[in-house]
């Protein structure tokens, strides 16, 4: 069978590529530590869950309005406004099955043939591979360590052109761990004014400080007219598998957003909604436990990973990554992430799996058990000190 052409330039996410190469190994009876997927290790909290039940029960069962349940989008707004200290409307907020979807409803609404799309690099590897899709081209925006893997705003501003239509943003950042300031947004948000460009804000993890509080690019007087913010349930509140997400949507995006969910998905599930507003209205106490266990951890794998000789790997300010540079080793980084598959029964992933300024780095999640992170170190240092 010949697939259309635009196949070919449809990326992929390696996390769920390792995940399935490490089930192979598993089923084979190895035992694996899991450090390669991005997803919480706790259950989804139990009133979330009881909601969701309950939904089932009481009929939420059938289709719901393409943008979302009326009251889940209220509950969104509402969620939205106290956190951001601005009002937020609920007809500007479009209810999609995960945050993926809203990456896609962007290009697909906004890049035509040939726009430019400046995107961070490392980055979340479906930003680039929804760049192509769409026709646009992807201009990678270098974070580097040096920098504390924060973009260089002069060379942000050196890469507009005339073709550039969005900037997008990520913070905190997948993979890095870091944290845009604010003065860095304020910087963005100026260019975005001079050269009349519209921002993606990737805002998923935004529960997931280590220090301080979220900042967002909306904040900024006149930027949510040209912002659209990705945010949603999985991350905060373990509920990946729920597949639910929101965009926050100037207004002459609420409609098109809402045409690409009808023409794709139809719309979001109507029972896992109901559960989202037991996430947003409940109590927020599991939220605060779970980031203080993972503030725990961090500690853990940074310490670990700089014990170990050749990787050297600073302290992430949010989400739940490392992101060790581990030219050390004198191994690339895919040489590196499949020698930790096969030798030291560790999954994680290459830094090129996040773009080709990730190469000569790793990204780890530390979304597993203590025990089991320094189980991952040990193993590790072990295969390298065996070379």
């Known amino acids: ?60 069962t059938h289709y719901g309005p393409s943008p979302g349940l009326p009251e889940a989008r209220k509950s969104v707004a509402n969620f939205v406004s106290k956190r951001m ?33 400046i995107y961070p690099n490392p980055g979340f590897p479906i930003y680039e591979s929804m760049i192509n ?20 705003i002069d060379y942000l501003e050196s890469k507009i ?36 460009l519209i921002v993606l804000s990737d805002e998923i993890y935004h529960d997931f400080y280590f220090d301080g509080e979220h900042t967002s690019i909306t904040q900024i007087p006149g930027m949510r007219e040209r912002t659209i ?22 207004d002459a995006l609420v409609e098109p957003f809402s045409r690409l969910t009808t023409n794709s998905v139809s719309a979001s599930t109507t029972f896992t909604q109901i559960a989202g507003i037991a996430a947003l209205e409940g109590s927020q106490q599991p939220v605060i436990d779970m980031v203080g266990e993972f503030k725990k951890r961090r500690k853990v794998i940074v310490d ?3 014990s170990i000789d050749g990787i050297d790997c600073r302290t992430p300010d949010g989400a739940f990554y490392v992101f060790p540079n581990i030219r050390g080793t004198g191994m690339t980084s895919e040489e ?22 990730g190469q000569g780095y790793a990204r780890l999640s530390f979304a597993n ?19």
């Not at 270098?142 to 920098?147: A, F, K, R, T």
């Not at 913010?229 to 100037?250: E, H, Q």
């Not at 058990?369 to 065996?386: F, P, Y």
């Open 336 to 357: 590196f992430a499949e020698a930790c598959m096969y030798k030291a029964n560790v999954a994680l992933l290459a830094g090129t799996a996040f773009g080709k300024f």
């Open 133 to 152: 899709f769409s026709g646009g081209t992807p201009v990678p925006l270098p974070l580097n360590e040096e920098s504390g893997f924060t973009a260089d």
């Open 161 to 196: 052109t005339e073709r550039t239509k969005l900037i997008v943003v990520n913070s905190p950042n997948n993979p890095c761990g870091s944290v845009i300031p604010h003065s860095d947004l304020e910087r963005i948000a100026e260019l975005a004014f001079k050269h009349d």
């Open 85 to 117: 200290g601005y009002d937020v409307s609920p007809d500007n907020i479009v209810v999609s099955p995960g945050g993926k979807p809203i990456m896609f409803y962007t290009m697909l609404a906004l890049v035509e043939e040939g726009d430019e799309v």
């Open 1 to 60: 069978m010949k697939l259309a052409s635009r196949m070919s330039i449809l990326g992929t996410e390696t996390a769920f590529e390792t995940l399935a190469k490490a089930r192979a190994l598993e089923a084979e009876g190895r035992t694996i530590i899991h450090l390669e997927i991005g997803e919480p290790d706790f259950d989804t909290p139990e009133h979330i869950r009881e909601a969701g039940k309950k939904a089932i029960d009481d009929g939420f």
């Open 304 to 306: 670990g990973l700089n």
């Open 369 to 387: 058990s203590e025990e089991n992170l320094l189980k991952g170190i040990s193993q590790i240092k072990e295969m390298l000190a065996a070379r």
């Open 229 to 250: 913010i990705l945010d949603g349930f999985s991350k905060s509140y373990a509920m990946t598998g729920w597949r639910l997400g929101w965009a926050v949507l100037p």
